[in-house]
């Protein structure tokens, strides 16, 4: 089960980060941050298709083809909990390392952003506090670590969930015969 679970949280925290690694840098190309999110989270849902992968693998090959639902969340969790560990410490290598003019650029993005859509001098102040208060959370890398993995994680846990949903097995399949 260990390897299982290895292989395909790592398999799912490299497609992840590549993915994150991509879109950070479509960000710094394009002020405007379009497609970023979108293939962010679609890498997200990429590299979570190896929770399935995994406890199908682990049903199929290693527990003769049953597996309780407790059993499948469990395997599905610690993949999950692999591939969002490696995408929050890229996140902070990147952030730290690479880019740690983020939060002056994004922030300067929403702001803009808000601006053009019309907002009144109130909601920009608004928007402005909400700003200054996430770059002063981006001070401390606990609450870096904890806004990345809240980015990440319930992503993945909706991912198990469904995907023990789906593959849980009580019994073996019987197997059909031709007559």
Request: hydrophobic content about 50%; glycine content about 6%.
């Amino acid at each position: 089960m260990k390897k299982t679970i290895l292989i395909n949280g790592l398999i799912a925290g490299f497609i992840v980060t590549a993915m994150m690694v991509t879109s950070s840098l479509l960000c710094y190309k394009n002020p405007n941050f379009e497609g970023s999110m979108v293939l962010g989270y679609l890498g997200m849902l990429l590299a979570f298709s190896f929770v399935f992968v995994g406890i199908k693998s682990y049903r199929d090959k290693h527990n003769s083809g049953t597996i309780s639902f407790g059993e499948a969340f469990k395997i599905g969790l610690f993949i999950t909990l692999i591939a969002s560990t490696v995408y929050v410490a890229v996140w902070l290598v990147e952030y730290y390392f690479f880019i740690p003019d983020f939060m002056e650029k994004y922030s300067a993005h929403v702001l803009k952003q808000a601006a053009e859509k019309g907002a009144t001098a109130a909601e920009i102040q608004s928007q402005t506090a909400q700003m200054e208060t996430y770059k002063e959370w981006y001070k401390n890398p606990i609450l870096i670590i904890l806004m990345t993995y809240a980015e990440i994680l319930p992503i993945g846990l909706v991912v198990t969930l469904i995907s023990a949903l789906i593959l849980k097995r009580n019994q073996k399949p019987e197997k059909f015969t031709t007559a």
